[in-house]
């Protein structure tokens, strides 16, 4: 258990509890029965004669964390108040308690550097309390808050986690609630996971029952979501996704609610790994195949992270040598395993260089080779996105039947076309909006840079003054937020306004992660998307 930190629940995070970073220096060792601590409701308290209460460390729906003092040996520990769902009929609570102790006990004896330590459980009015080491440190949960980790951390941090699950699955202890905020960096480059099948009401209760549902739904597998017995393959789904999380700065399966987060689990294929690459990336696509029978075995998940942790040297480039020959080189090690132009002059090089730099930049030629362009005739423009992207129109019910979203099949990168047709506009929103005020007060727009698009309190926006469409005016800005769960990862919208000669305003917006590596494919997106835009009646 981390050493500090408050209480911390996501949208989706609905029955396992969280806890946040720490601060960032450890808080000295305290005297049991801190009066601040002891002020706290159960603070001070006395558990099984021995474990003195000092303050909470966190909770969440299945119970309640605290630092505590062990007066018998004098040292801290942390120690876990159980909880099951008042609603559960007493047999039901019985049969829940009796798990956690038998589940407690197959932990304890769990001998691996990378598992949580648990001392004891300790039966308070027949409710076990787990009693675990006290681990001074951060979660991993907390540190990617911060940025993303590069493949060679990410694939020892992972190594760790792998090396605790194998062990667990030695003894028949299955984790079934991997993920980032279980997995504790420690001092000493010590990583620990824990929370080792602890208090978990899961049986053979289906996973969408009522009190049944167990984890975080956006690392649980397939397998769980459909409800089948769970088995070591379930463990190392979740480690897949911690690691494409860890890596990418996004979860590939997380949506706005948990039905939808299942869905994604079960049927949405996650984009291609753009940080990991190699065996990093080997293992995270194997790890996340749908079936169980497909992944591949903790054996050669260890054998893909070794070498991804332990990547060989890198071949030094020839220090003499024509131009082209050290050209070729240059290109060779920026991009691996590409066919390079060996033999060709210097001139022609260069010209194969430049004609590469065209293709990439979208405002210099045509479209790069994974994007195709959608007629959206309702609309009346076409639309450039990158292939596999998937589209969502207005559905029958909607009002507004003027737009067009297309989506990264991981949900992180979203592009959305709108149009407020004048001849619709009986209320002149169109004309009192903010981006027409973009337009009509230019001057000031381009010096001042005044007009923002607010989307959540605390939103940082960063209007382009010199954004043109076809050589017109138009309006651009950026716009970096968080959600109204300000724990959750940072956002960035990028949106274009053009209104044309016949009043009608069309709004692209591209959004992506804000923080991590997909935060350059998201601008890229954005970017090519914006430039491509061809409105039929501009």
Known sequence: MSSDGGAGRTADDTTSFVLRPPDPAPRPAAAPAAPAEADQPGGGRLIAGRYRLLGKLGHGGMGTVWRAHDEVVDREVAVKEPRVPDHLPERERANAYERMRREARAAARLDHPAVVGVHDVAVVDGRPWIVMELVRGRSLGGALQEGTLDAREAARVGLAVLGALEAAHAAGVLHRDVKPDNVLLGRFDRVVLTDFGIAHIEGETNLTDTGGFVGSPEYVSPERVLGQRPGPAS????????????????????????????????????????????????????????????????????????????????????????????????????????????????????????????????????????????????LGATLAVPSGYQPTRPGKTDTDKNWVTYADPSGGVWIRLHLDRKSQDSLNDIKSSARSQMYDDNEKFKSQGDYTVHMAEGARTDPDANATYRGHQAAENTVTYRSDDQSAQPRELRVFYYRTKAGDMYELAVGYPGKGDFTARGREVAKTAIANLDINKA
């Open 235 to 378: 463990d190392l789904w979740s480690l897949g996704v911690v690691l494409y999380t860890a890596t990418e700065g996004v979860s590939p399966f997380r949506r706005s609610n948990t039905p939808a987060t299942l869905q994604s689990v079960l049927h949405a294929a996650p984009a291609e790994p753009a940080a990991a690459r190699g065996p990093l990336a080997e293992a995270i696509n194997g790890l996340l195949r749908k079936d169980p029978a497909q992944r591949p075995t903790a054996a050669r998940v260890r054998e893909l992270l070794e070498a991804a942790a332990n990547p060989p040297a890198p071949a030094r480039a020839p220090t003499q040598g024509t131009p082209a020959r050290e050209a070729s080189a240059a290109i060779r090690s920026r991009r691996p395993g590409r066919a390079v132009w060996l033999g060709l002059g210097a001139a022609a090089v260069a010209a194969a260089v430049t004609a590469y730099l065209v293709l990439a930049d979208p405002f210099a030629g045509p479209l790069p080779g994974h994007w195709a362009k959608h007629r959206e005739a309702a």
